[in-house]
Nanobody, 115 residues
Framework: QVQLVESGGGLAQPGGSLRLSCAVS????????VHWHRQAPGKQREWIGV???????KYEDSVKGRFTISRDNAKNMVYLQMNSLKPEDTAVYYC?????????WGQGTQVTVSS
């Protein structure tokens, strides 16, 4: 019923940019919140931001000012624009939503920032 599929990951140089996409089904973006998390090898999964049903966004301090979450309701797509990338941004990035007390996760997309 609920499905989230991330795409757009890849290799970027420090200072570069990537745009990740999260294709969603089973939720209504104008009602449901969609979060972005990331997990680096050997580290705990980290919340990095959210876009609410209202369209409001919030970000973790380490990405604030560099990352922007947006959406296209008609296309059921959520985006994560990542600018000024740093090596420490290297991680698997996931989109996530909470519905009826159940958390749903995408499969993740790898982002590697390296020279």
């Amino acid at each position: 019923q609920v499905q989230l599929v991330e795409s757009g990951g890849g290799l970027a140089q420090p200072g570069g940019s990537l745009r990740l996409s999260c294709a969603v089904s089973g939720i209504i973006l104008s009602i449901n919140d969609v979060h972005w998390h990331r997990q680096a090898p050997g580290k705990q999964r980290e919340w990095i931001g959210v876009i609410g049903g209202s369209g409001m966004t919030k970000y973790e301090d380490s990405v604030k000012g560099r990352f922007t979450i947006s959406r296209d309701n008609a296309k059921n797509m959520v985006y994560l624009q990542m600018n000024s990338l740093k090596p420490e941004d290297t991680a698997v990035y996931y989109c996530n939503t909470l519905l009826n007390t159940q958390m749903y996760w995408g499969q993740g997309t790898q982002v590697t920032v390296s020279s």
